[in-house]
């Protein structure tokens, strides 16, 4: 088996999350969100991310508008539609719960253990193994 | 110095070196295709583009006059090459450039196994490849090469392997180069292009040596004409040799396993500048090779995700796929064989037509039948076993020319040759077309005895006759004589016994003899003009009439089937004798006509009611022989062509003799003969023997120890 493909795999589960969450927030064209996920460390590249922000697009998730730019040709700035708004909510809440869920399952002791318990964490995430948040 | 040029990139004008240009292009084709099962392709790549240009800009507002190789590449690199956009990276690895693939994993050698993943049969030969980290091609042909030399025995060993060892996955391992057949260069399946590409040695090498057992084993059959040189031994296995390695070798398919079996590195910069080359050289089919690099981008794509590098092969070769194969290969032999016949064929007329070329001038009389001539060698004969030669040499070499210039010249001249061959035998055969004919009568003193005898004496000069002799090796088969014609030492005029004696009742009581010349030519009067001219002198020394036994035609007398009858009225009464000479002559008749020249000729001189050396009796019913059955009858006629085979023997052996002389007397029982030899250690020999029984049997056997004493004489 094949480490990195399984780790491949994990992230590109978490992509769309991602890059949504960005785009939330405000909005963004394509190299502001690299630059963010370089931020958090998550590198990606832009030809994976163009296919993307397409795919999302098509999907009537974002929306985008050209902004004239003085430096160069026009940019696409992409924002959350309604609907994608709506998606987001769904993947947040399916994070949540699979995070949860996933924490519970390699801490093999069983519930009710005391916060602290050694385990693999995603950097910059609360300890929080056990509470469902809503 | 580079050139710069100005392209238009998204809406606005870039100059960029033309290299980077280049790559730029390339990289964009490269999205295209990655993405062309994308919805929304053109988009994504357009907004790529537009990133690009946007890092241009970048570049440019930094000072930049130009965009160069550099800028295009880092550029190319910070937003991913296709195969790398399904990967997210965790940590600061910045995504190198070329990314090395090395197959070439430092797998422990560990002990031998059957190798499951690669098994042609059983995969023995592909465990053993692995274990001995050779190429398994050449275990398996060694493997085929060693069976067949053991007659089998191996095939148990293999079976004996097969249950032994244990079947395992192994991965790929070391093997560098590996031996395919040749697609791209292929003659019949691209065996030996692809053992030349192993080799790194010229195509031409191999093929030629496969080629030339075959070519040496026609070629030494040549004279028998019989063609079966594939039961030649050596040839044979030689196809069936060529047939197993088809078979056996795997054929490079994809792109990384051409490069594999050229030995080159396996990596994404050569296998795409392999591909690119690929590309340009075929210019035609363009989607075809689209598609072709479209498979091979998303073979390395999941190869890289997989880390596994060769794609899984058929198991086993269809069956049918291998009895198309070795029918291909045998017509492929078959028609190389079909070729060389022709060769021989036309060199053999050839020499036929050089070993006929001093009779020319007997036949020739204008410049345009030499004309005629001339063109018929060069361009119907020699123009296709040239053109044949040509064209063998290149597929041999393995030049591609796509001119077809070339095959159009030789085609043109050969059928400028048909012409000329056609026209060749219209020409002549016209000059045989009417005959003429002139009757002389021959003064003749009435003998005393009432018996009159042909003589037939040599005529002056020397003659050879002429022979083919094509293979020195006193072969019979091939060595054909021209019977009736010998040519003069100076090779000035021609010795023809074209000739016939005819014995009728005479009208009154006294003999009379006619010489009817005849010939032919394209009037009836050049005919009876050339008739007249051929020398036939008579003379009669008492009841001897001496004829010549053949007469001369010379270049101005020209060869028109000159022939001589001799017309010999015998009264009632009266006796006849022919010598036996009579029997060498020879009667053809070579008539030109609207269908052609065709040509009888009348070997057995088959007169119906007489013989010659035997004495005839004119009477009323006809001629008769004179003596009975009781007369002893030597049946001289065989055992004077037995003489002469004789003689021919002896001159075929070359032994040199003085002289040789053997003597039958009529009614008589005696062989006189006396060998002389110039050999030093071979002694006068002088036989007489006298046979008591007179019977001919008696007489073969003393001829024969005669022969035999020749025999011991050499």
């Known amino acids: ?68 730019s003085p430096s160069g040709p026009p940019r696409k700035y992409f924002s959350l539609t309604d609907k994608g708004l709506a998606f987001y909510a769904e993947l947040d809440a399916t994070w949540k719960t699979m995070t949860a869920a996933v924490e519970r399952v390699i801490n093999t002791k069983g519930e009710g253990l005391p916060a602290g318990q050694a385990g693999t964490r995603d950097e910059g995430r609360e300890e929080q193994p056990f509470t469902v948040d809503s | 110095m580079k050139k710069v040029i100005n392209i238009n990139f998204q809406g606005r004008v870039i100059p960029i070196e033309e290299p980077a240009y280049e790559n730029l292009k390339k990289y964009v084709d490269s999205l295209r295709i990655y993405f062309s099962n994308e919805e929304g392709k053109d988009e994504i790549v357009n907004d790529i583009e537009n990133r690009i240009a946007e890092l241009f800009n970048e570049k440019m507002k930094a000072g930049a006059s130009f965009i160069t190789e550099e800028h295009v590449e880092a ?22 450039t070329s990314n090395n693939y090395t197959g070439y994993t430092d797998a422990p050698r560990g002990n031998l196994f059957r190798n499951s993943k690669d098994k042609l049969i059983g995969g023995v030969c592909s465990g053993m490849g692995a274990y001995f980290r050779i190429d398994t091609s050449i275990i398996r042909v060694l493997f085929v090469l060693i069976a067949f030399g053991s007659f ?81 031994l050596f040839s044979g296995s030689l196809v069936l040799t060529y047939i197993i390695l088809w078979a056996v070798i795997p054929k490079a398919v994809t792109a990384s396993e051409k490069m594999e079996m050229k030995g080159e590195r396996v990596d994404l910069e050569s296998i795409k500048n392999k591909i690119q080359d690929e590309l340009q050289g075929v210019k035609k089919n363009i989607d075809a090779n689209k598609d072709q690099w479209k498979q091979d981008f998303k073979e390395r794509a ?62 020739v009389n204008s410049v345009l039948v030499q004309f005629y001539g001339w063109g018929t060698l060069l361009l119907f004969i020699i123009v296709p076993i040239v053109a044949l030669l040509v064209y063998l040499i290149r597929k041999i070499i393995g030049v591609n020319s796509r001119s077809a210039w070339l095959g159009w010249t030789f085609s043109g001249l050969w059928i400028l040759g048909w012409f000329s061959v056609v026209m060749l035998f219209v020409t002549i055969s016209k000059e045989f077309k009417r005959s003429g004919q002139v009757k002389e009568s021959v003064q003749l003193q009435q003998p005393v005895s009432g018996k009159l005898k042909l003589m037939f004496n040599k005529t002056a000069g020397k003659f050879y006759s002429i ?57 009836t009067s050049d005919a009876e003009s050339f008739a007249e001219q051929i020398n036939f002198p008579v003379q009669q020394v008492d009841s001897i009439l001496d004829l010549p036994s053949g007469f001369v035609v010379n270049d101005k007398t020209k060869f028109r089937n000159q022939q001589v009858i001799v017309l010999v009225e015998v009264p009632v009464g009266k006796e006849i004798y022919i010598d036996r000479l009579a029997n060498n002559f020879n009667w053809y008749n070579i008539r030109g006509g609207v269908r052609g020249l065709s040509v009888d ?32 009858e030597l049946n001289t006629d065989d055992l004077e062509d037995r003489i002469d085979r004789l003689k021919d023997e002896i001159r075929k052996k070359e032994i040199d003799l003085k002289s040789i002389d053997i003597k039958i007397k009529d009614k008589d029982t005696t062989v006189d003969m006396h060998i002389k030899s110039n050999a030093s250690n071979h002694k006068a020999v002088s036989t007489e023997m006298d046979a008591e029984d007179p019977s001919r049997s008696a007489n073969v056997q003393i001829l024969f120890r005669a022969l035999n004493l020749l025999k011991l004489a050499r």
């Not at chain 1, 960005?22 to 963010?36: K, Q």
């Not at chain 2, 690199?77 to 190198?96: A, C, L, N, T, V």
């Not at chain 2, 093929?207 to 070629?219: A, T």
Request: hydrophobic share 45%; net charge negative.
């Open chain 2, 601 to 632: 000729i009348d070997d057995d001189y088959d007169e119906v009611s007489w013989r010659p050396g035997r004495w005839y009796k004119m009477t009323e019913s006809g001629i008769e022989r004179i003596g009975g059955e009781d007369e002893i």
């Open chain 2, 467 to 523: 022979d083919f002799d094509f293979f020195e090796d006193n072969d019979d088969d091939l060595n054909a004589r021209v019977e009736g014609l010998k040519l003069s030492k100076q090779e000035d005029s021609l010795l023809l016994n074209n000739m016939r004696i005819r014995l009728e009742k005479s009208m009154d009581d006294s003999f009379h003899v006619y010489i009817i010349k005849r010939a032919r030519a394209s009037s």
């Open chain 2, 152 to 232: 089998g025995t191996m095939f148990l060993l293999y079976i004996i392997l097969w249950a032994i060892l244990p079947s395992k996955d192994i991965a790929e391992t070391v093997v560098r180069r590996k031996l395919y057949r040749d697609p791209d260069h292929k003659v019949i399946g691209g065996v030996l292009s692809g053992i030349a590409q192993y080799f790194n040695i010229q195509v031409w090498i191999p093929r030629l040596i496969f080629l030339l057992p075959v070519v040496f084993g026609v070629f030494k059959n040549l004279e028998w004409f019989f063609f079966f040189p594939l039961f030649n």
């Open chain 2, 75 to 96: 550029i190319v690199s910070s937003i991913g090459r296709p195969e790398q956009f399904d990967e997210i990276s965790m940590k600061e690895e910045s995504s190198s």
């Open chain 2, 302 to 363: 999941t190869s890289f995700s997989q880390e596994v590098k060769e794609t899984a092969r058929p198991a086993g070769r269809g069956f049918f796929r291998f009895i198309a194969a070795v029918f291909k290969v045998f017509v492929f032999f078959i028609l190389g064989i079909v070729a060389l016949v022709l060769f021989a064929l036309g060199t053999s007329a050839i020499l036929v037509g050089s070993a006929l070329m001093p009779l020319k001038y007997f036949i």
């Open chain 1, 1 to 68: 088996m094949n480490i990195e493909n399984t780790q491949s795999q994990m992230k590109k589960g978490v992509l769309e999350f991602c890059i949504l969450s960005i785009i939330r927030r405000g909005e963004a064209y394509p190299s502001d969100i690299i630059e963010e996920m370089k931020k958090a460390d998550l590198n990606i590249l832009e030809g994976t991310l163009y296919p993307l922000l397409t795919r999302l697009k098509n999907a009537d998730l974002l929306s985008y508008r050209w902004v004239e």
